[in-house]
């Protein structure tokens, strides 16, 4: 496809249950965004992939999560024993360059998740 | 503390209206902004960038004021097709938390 795919677009679990989300990026972007955004917030950064570069990490909220980016184009997500404040769409975007002027990020639709 | 702050809304205007938006930024070593729009349920898509002469895309107008430290994205001739939520973006640098997304303001343009 043309555009950053995600998957599973929803997703439902109990509390303490790990979950995956993956993204697939626009090919040929170098560089990939993880956000989270909850109902009535903006978007908050997780983490950012640029190239073999070493990932940027800090909008993590905590050890429970954790990602990564494979031959430097999939990526995935990864919540261990969720929480139900984990509960947000999950936005993976990608981008053609290192950040620059353009501010164009390609964004994905986008992984609802739901903890009970 | 990096903030990016915008008037929630909703904004509720009839067709035709012209209506403006508001973003304040509070770092002023800000290097670019930009305009996202983000529809109901949908992924946030870039609207315009905002260069420090002003620019316009049809419709739309954006401006930047360094001084006061705002932009502001300004739609003339509202259509049904605007109702979304306007999400002001500042780029601080070229780390992966540079790029801060205000909450975003919701217009809603009725007929």
């Known amino acids: 496809g043309a555009g950053v795919s995600q998957s599973p677009s929803n997703k439902v679990t109990e509390k303490g249950k790990d979950v995956e989300l993956r993204c697939d990026p626009i090919?040929?972007?170098?560089?990939l965004y993880w956000y989270r955004q909850s109902l009535g917030q903006g978007l908050e950064f997780l983490i950012y992939?640029?190239?073999?570069?070493?990932?940027?990490k800090s909008g993590l909220p905590s050890d429970r999560f954790s990602a990564e980016r494979t031959g430097g184009s999939v990526s995935t997500l990864t919540i261990q024993r969720t929480q139900q404040e984990d509960s947000a769409v999950y936005l993976c975007?990608?981008?053609?360059?290192?950040?620059?002027?353009?501010?164009?990020?390609?964004f994905g639709e986008g992984s609802r998740l739901t903890v009970l | 503390r990096k903030e990016v702050e915008q008037d929630p809304g909703p904004f509720n205007v009839p067709e035709g209206a012209t209506v403006a938006f508001n973003c304040t930024y509070s770092n002023s070593a800000s290097q670019s902004f930009f305009w996202y729009r983000q529809d109901c349920r949908k992924e946030p898509k870039l609207l315009m960038s905002v260069y420090s002469s002003g620019n316009e895309d049809g419709r739309f107008t954006a401006q930047l004021n360094r001084a006061s430290q705002y932009i502001s994205l300004l739609i003339r001739d509202s259509k049904l097709s605007d109702s979304a939520t306007y999400l002001c973006?500042?780029?601080?640098?070229?780390?992966?938390?540079?790029?801060?997304f205000g909450k975003g303001t919701t217009l809603s343009v009725s007929s």
């Open positions: 090919s040929g972007h170098t560089a």
């Open positions: 975007a990608s981008s053609g360059r290192v950040l620059a002027n353009t501010g164009e990020l390609f």
């Open positions: 992939f640029q190239g073999n570069s070493a990932p940027d």
């Open positions: 973006v500042v780029n601080e640098g070229q780390a992966g938390t540079a790029l801060i």
